[in-house]
């Protein structure tokens, strides 16, 4: 069996509708990213950061964008093939090997979480900016998006819920001790991007959250009822039941409990879909996804 490369099931047309522009232009304005020339971009995937950042920074500007796996440089290289100011680098963000103080920006989105040892790479990103050069960061709380209602959610009694709760938070307990990072990062990262020695930290909640609104007419509402129907049923967006069950035992809660949960869960998404192709599912959710914005001190 070929292995899917990190974050295949991700990239999906309904990461292209995750910011507004004009509140990327705002930011952009705020933290000056138009005097930004050469920038460093971390976990860069297919590209769909360094094209939001790429817009905003200098006209002359350039990103190299770091990525491990082969298929995603494939992937940066096709969508930015004759643009001279991306450059694809294959390498490992862990142990990067790049001339120190030399970016202006370090940025990433959705990459920290992944990683084992968030202080290391921010240390590093630390080292690779030049005096008074910008950390950009973009990363969620997905385990609060993991238990974010709606209206199928909200029709569940107040142990129910708290048993998917619990069963979720036993699968980020899991992910971590296999050392896959925290997929909640953006609460740890305001101590952690200090602590780095990072001075004016600034954090943005994403303006545009998670709506769900029958009868659906948006383009980002149709991806992102795509992506779920798109998972096989009784599974979840991140894994199936096996692979939730293996974190979820490496997170301490034991198999009987899980099983509890996992019954609720099903129900749950099963009345999902069916309130989806009914036109009744409604939800709203803040879609918790942060920027975080800080510096390297100039001198
Ligand atoms: C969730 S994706 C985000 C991609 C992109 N930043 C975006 O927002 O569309 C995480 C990316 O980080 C890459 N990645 C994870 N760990 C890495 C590492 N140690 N070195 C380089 N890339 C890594 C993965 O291959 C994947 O493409």
Not at 43 to 66: M, N, Q, Y
Not at 158 to 169: C, H
Not at 212 to 234: F, G, M
Request: glycine share 8%; proline share 4%.
């Amino acid at each position: 069996m070929t292995r899917e490369p990190h974050s295949a099931a991700q990239f999906t047309p309904a990461r292209d509708h995750w910011w507004h522009a004009d509140f990327l232009d705002l930011m952009a304005k705020r933290l000056d990213l138009g005097a930004c020339r050469n920038v460093l971009e971390l976990g860069a995937g297919k590209g769909h950061w360094t094209s939001l950042i790429l817009e905003r920074i200098a006209p002359d500007g350039r990103i190299t964008a770091v990525e491990r796996e082969r298929r995603w440089i494939a992937a940066i290289e096709r969508r930015f093939a004759g643009n001279d100011r991306v450059r694809a680098l294959q390498g490992d963000i862990t142990s990067l090997a790049l001339e120190p103080r030399q970016y202006d920006m370090v940025t990433c989105q959705t990459v920290l979480m992944h990683l084992q040892n968030v202080p290391a790479v921010l240390h590093d990103a630390y080292d690779l900016l030049a005096p008074g050069g910008l950390l950009l960061v973009s990363e969620p709380d997905n385990f609060a998006n993991r238990i974010s209602l709606t209206s199928v959610v909200a029709s569940l009694t107040a142990e129910q819920f708290g048993q998917v709760a619990a069963m979720w938070w036993a699968f980020e307990k899991g992910r971590e001790s296999h050392g896959l990072g925290e997929e909640w990062i953006a609460v740890r990262l305001p101590a952690l991007i200090n602590a780095a020695g990072f001075t004016g930290l600034k954090a943005y909640h994403n303006d545009r959250p998670a709506m769900l609104a029958p009868p659906y007419t948006s383009k980002e509402e149709r991806a992102a009822i795509t992506d779920w129907l798109a998972a096989p049923a009784h599974e979840t967006d991140v894994a199936g039941r096996e692979e939730v069950l293996r974190f979820v035992l490496a997170g301490g809660m034991d198999e009987a409990t899980f099983d509890r949960a996992w019954v609720i869960l099903s129900a749950v998404d099963a009345r999902s879909r069916a309130a989806l192709s009914g036109r009744t599912l409604s939800s709203c959710t803040g879609g918790n996804l942060y920027l975080f914005a800080a510096r390297k001190p100039a001198r």
